[in-house]
């Protein structure tokens, strides 16, 4: 079979979880021996090739080169006997497809959250998502929250089409960890009693000043006992001026780009993953640190909960109090987790792109025979 895909996420993304889902399918499909095509512009193509989930799998794929951004034509589809076309993010584009299916992703309900808060920026972006899922035959879903809350955003959807669903889910792709120790990990371990670990973008709904916040506060509350906490800053752009001022003190890395084995290293090293994100459609992060035998301290989201259940330390509410008390209570050993290693067994079993791309195949079969 024949899967056409756009680039748009590749070509808008360094690195992060909707082009770490797509490059993981994407190299699962090849396995399978599928035939992967790329719709690109030559602008596209130069950004994509920054993208560093994509750079292995770059010499597998056929790329298509196209003109026209806003339009492909039926004849760049059946000049590479596209079977199905699966766009990976929401781009303003006219299809020319006939009878071949469309499928889209749905992964979380950010703008949308941030449109009914008042911010009205998102609003281009949402209109856009509509008009994606309006043109597909089937749509994704990478976990049973990003489902539920579509229904409950789109649902006059079903008023237009008749559309089919498919729970894919993500899933992790950890490397092999480095042998050689690059950022002096073991250094800071022997130095420090805790090594935190925090990845990703800071600004807004993803938290990191309060969670800074809050570990200053219970640094000097425990400041009679042996607390002296690290922490790892990882991707996200630099720090501002704004943010190393709130870090004040406190001992920290900050790491801008690496490969997938000193990421995996960096996992295998550190205590505990902080991550304070207060709207997640999955939470991959969550998922690569649990496997690593990492800790993890989040917020309570639906998504964390959905992936993680009782085997990380959450905080209920938005506030520093109810941070302080999670790493209070992580720190203290209080409500230790014992049944984390049971749970890690299902999880490692029920996650995993071989499922997903397993679950995603037979969804593409489905549509095919429809059309």
Request: proline content about 2%.
């Given at each position: 079979?024949?899967?056409?895909?756009?680039?748009?996420?590749?070509?808008?993304?360094?690195?992060?979880?909707?082009?770490?889902?797509?490059?993981?399918?994407?190299?699962?499909?090849?396995?399978?021996?599928?035939?992967?095509?790329?719709?690109?512009?030559?602008?596209?193509?130069?950004?994509?090739?920054?993208?560093?989930?994509?750079?292995?799998?770059?010499?597998?794929?056929?790329?298509?080169?196209?003109?026209?951004?806003?339009?492909?034509?039926?004849?760049?589809?059946?000049?590479?006997?596209?079977?199905?076309?699966?766009?990976?993010?929401?781009?303003?584009?006219?299809?020319?497809?006939?009878?071949?299916?469309?499928?889209?992703?749905?992964?979380?309900?950010?703008?949308?959250?941030?449109?009914?808060?008042?911010?009205?920026?998102?609003?281009?972006?949402?209109?856009?998502?509509?008009?994606?899922?309006?043109?597909?035959?089937?749509?994704?879903?990478?976990?049973?929250?990003?489902?539920?809350?579509?229904?409950?955003?789109?649902?006059?959807?079903?008023?237009?089409?008749?559309?089919?669903?498919?729970?894919?889910?993500?899933?992790?792709?950890?490397?092999?960890?480095?042998?050689?120790?690059?950022?002096?990990?073991?250094?800071?371990?022997?130095?420090?009693?805790?090594?935190?670990?925090?990845?990703?973008?800071?600004?807004?709904?993803?938290?990191?000043?309060k969670i800074i916040k809050s570990i200053k506060q219970v640094k000097f509350e425990?400041?009679?006992?042996?607390?002296?906490?690290?922490?790892?800053?990882?991707?996200?752009?630099?720090?501002?001026?704004?943010?190393?001022?709130?870090?004040?003190?406190?001992?920290?890395?900050?790491?801008?780009?690496?490969?997938?084995?000193?990421?995996?290293?960096?996992?295998?090293?550190?205590?505990?993953?902080?991550?304070?994100?207060?709207?997640?459609?999955?939470?991959?992060?969550?998922?690569?640190?649990?496997?690593?035998?990492?800790?993890?301290?989040?917020?309570?989201?639906?998504?964390?909960?959905?992936?993680?259940?009782?085997?990380?330390?959450?905080?209920?509410?938005?506030?520093?109090?109810?941070?302080?008390?999670?790493?209070?209570?992580?720190?203290?050993?209080?409500?230790?987790?014992?049944?984390?290693?049971?749970?890690?067994?299902?999880?490692?079993?029920?996650?995993?792109?071989?499922?997903?791309?397993?679950?995603?195949?037979?969804?593409?079969?489905?549509?095919?025979?429809?059309?």
């Open positions: 079979m024949n899967i056409c895909f756009d680039c748009f996420i590749f070509s808008n993304q360094k690195y992060g979880g909707i082009s770490v889902h797509f490059a993981s399918i994407i190299k699962e499909l090849i396995k399978r021996d599928y035939k992967i095509f790329l719709l690109v512009t030559k602008k596209e193509y130069k950004k994509l090739l920054d993208n560093i989930h994509l750079q292995e799998l770059i010499e597998r794929i056929n790329f298509v080169f196209i003109r026209n951004q806003f339009f492909v034509g039926f004849s760049v589809f059946q000049r590479n006997k596209i079977e199905i076309i699966h766009l990976t993010y929401y781009p303003f584009r006219f299809f020319d497809n006939r009878n071949i299916p469309i499928v889209s992703t749905f992964h979380d309900v950010i703008p949308e959250i941030y449109f009914l808060k008042g911010n009205f920026k998102y609003f281009f972006l949402i209109f856009f998502k509509f008009y994606n899922f309006l043109i597909s035959d089937g749509i994704c879903f990478v976990s049973n929250y990003s489902f539920d809350r579509f229904s409950e955003f789109y649902f006059l959807l079903k008023l237009f089409r008749n559309q089919k669903y498919c729970k894919t889910y993500n899933s992790y792709n950890l490397d092999l960890p480095s042998k050689v120790d690059k950022f002096s990990l073991n250094k800071y371990k022997k130095k420090h009693s805790h090594l935190f670990l925090y990845v990703g973008k800071r600004g807004g709904y993803k938290n990191f000043n425990l400041s009679n006992s042996n607390f002296d906490p690290f922490i790892v800053i990882l991707s996200g752009g630099e720090l501002s001026a704004y943010e190393k001022k709130e870090l004040g003190t406190l001992s920290y890395l900050k790491i801008e780009n690496i490969n997938s084995k000193d990421y995996a290293f960096i996992l295998s090293k550190v205590d505990c993953l902080i991550h304070p994100s207060l709207i997640e459609g999955f939470g991959i992060t969550i998922l690569e640190a649990l496997v690593s035998n990492c800790d993890v301290i989040a917020y309570k989201s639906k998504a964390a909960f959905e992936i993680a259940q009782n085997s990380i330390y959450y905080f209920e509410e938005n506030n520093i109090k109810s941070i302080n008390n999670a790493l209070i209570k992580y720190i203290k050993n209080i409500d230790k987790l014992n049944q984390k290693k049971d749970f890690l067994k299902k999880i490692t079993k029920r996650y995993s792109w071989s499922n997903s791309a397993d679950n995603l195949v037979k969804f593409y079969g489905t549509l095919a025979k429809i059309n």
